[in-house]
């Protein structure tokens, strides 16, 4: 090991059990929804794993409270520090408040105030910084160098990426003999776990993933080899504009079976349907693997199909229709 | 009995019971939803019962599947017929297509082009009509006589009100020890229904109603002891504007502990914690009893508190804020 806050192990299936002891109590068992119009629509039977309704509104409290939770008394007593203008700096945030420790969050002076409001919500410590990676590592470094916290990243941990993988671990338990499951992917936190829930619990399903077209560093990763930079991504799906990890990127080699492209216009219509059909709202994130369905419909039809809404927080006064 | 299609006999429990069977294998049993923010927000105990993840979007569908499966062969011949420019309507259509019947449904020219498209998506026959009450009560005399359909009201109807029984009914089965179940109020059948499950099934639960301010036609009525109609009712609450009938008024006067008013902008706020805390979409009607909660909220401080949600059917291009 590196350092006391780089673990480059791959989690194990009994990693992902030993998280969802150590997260019950804190963490929502979310509902499986279906909707028969949009399974109508697409000719599959969707089965939606509504993690939007997690706490903080999305899976990444999951991992955010497994590697919180993870931590020796030593290793907590300074609390935790973590750099993100997303659904991670709230989730450490919350999951810090419940155990009782400091969380430290680097955000960009430009992040969103409903996001902001959101991480003082739970009681986080914020540390703005300009809205460059430089800028956030650098804020990252100089928290950590005055406070001592502990560093939980987004993906590249090997304890987030157990915790999200209890998403799936808890559909497969719920909806047996599901042809597929899919997940979005960004930097391949919720992807990774996602596969090996499924890979072991249920080694009869292929694990897709559903990434935009405008951000397709891991399609094009996957297909070359080697790891590949996300470079000038361009989508509505916020959420995903990020690279896969070394870390991230192994256990999608070795587990994932297949990434598909998602335009633009199949993500926002996805979305449409969700909210209209669903009465639930999703980011757009969450919405990828169903413009997936929409775009790729031949893959999925007459298929059982599990997909992991991601996440719900949306600017509700800018809605893309 | 006054002719083939008007029965005042007021449902029991039985009817309820039996109602549940009828209907099972049609409607879904709709998830039981818990935040823990708004927890925090009102000091109460919130156990949000998902009817806008029902079929057609609104509890709407249990009570129009109840009346067209309780017809005989003889009955059910003709087909089914209503006015309505709501969600009975879309709710009718769905129930007759699954049966295999013919549905008409009077509607208003104005009534919006998406209502009027969910009719049709179901299949139903849509004949429209001038936007009064006189022309809707004409058309639908003469959708009759020409037909020879079989008349379901969307809430004068016993059997209607048992199929709205049925979600209490379930709520009240999964969340034990309530202390108050509450349902908004417009014609009264949802609040019928449920007081009737909730007084049978968990006899130490009180029944609460919320009413829109600007539409309190159930309040007036159950303070003078009479049935007073609504007039000329303005609330956004567009499901609530409708007036008790003979039979709603009887079973909420027997069973219903209180009626509590809401104004407007609870209204809203309450939309809009449904919609940014749970991720979960509600038309304007199915928040009113949360803006009770928030208006009201001495009355719900540390209380178990169960809600119906009744519908998510809303214009995502015109919300309130």
Redesign the interface.
């Known amino acids: 090991m590196m350092s006391s806050h780089v673990n480059i192990e791959i989690p194990t299936i009994d990693d992902v059990l030993e998280a969802r002891e150590r997260i019950k109590g804190h963490v929502k068992m979310t509902?499986v929804?279906t909707s028969?119009s949009i399974d109508e629509m697409t000719g599959a039977s969707i089965f939606f794993k509504c993690e939007?309704?997690q706490?903080v509104?999305a899976f990444k409290f999951r991992g955010a409270c497994n590697a919180v939770f993870s931590l020796s008394e030593e290793e907590a007593k300074n609390g935790v520090a973590t750099h993100s203008s997303g659904n991670h700096a709230q989730a450490l945030a919350l999951a810090a408040r419940e155990r009782g420790i400091k969380a430290y969050i680097v955000m960009p002076s430009t992040a969103p105030k409903v996001k902001v409001e959101g991480v003082r919500g739970y009681g986080g410590e914020i540390i703005f910084c300009e809205p460059t990676l430089e800028a956030r590592e650098r804020g990252l470094a100089e928290v950590i160098e005055r406070t001592a916290a502990h560093f939980i990243h987004p993906y590249d941990d090997p304890r987030v990426i157990a915790g999200q993988a209890t998403a799936a671990l808890e559909l497969v338990e719920r909806i047996r003999d599901l042809d597929i499951v899919m997940a979005p992917v960004g930097g391949g936190g919720l992807l990774s776990g996602t596969s090996i829930s499924v890979r072991t619990r249920s080694p009869g399903t292929a694990v897709y993933a559903a990434e935009p077209a405008g951000a397709d560093d891991a399609y094009r990763s996957l297909k070359e080899g080697v790891l590949l930079p996300s470079v000038e991504p361009r989508t509505i799906a916020d959420g995903l504009l990020t690279s896969l990890s070394a870390l991230t990127f192994g256990i999608i080699s070795s587990n994932v079976d297949e990434i598909l492209r998602v335009d633009e216009e199949n993500i926002i219509l996805a979305m449409?349907h969700i909210?209209?059909r669903?009465?639930?709202?999703?980011e757009p994130s969450a919405a990828v693997p169903l413009g997936a369905v929409l775009q790729h419909g031949n893959i999925f039809k007459g298929k059982r199909v599990g997909i992991i809404l991601s996440g719900?927080n949306v600017d509700?006064?800018a809605?893309p229709?």
């Not at 669903?278 to 999703?282: A, G, L, N, S």
């Open positions: 509902p929804l028969s939007n309704f706490r509104g449409r909210w209209e669903m009465k639930v709202i999703v719900g509700l006064t809605l229709w």
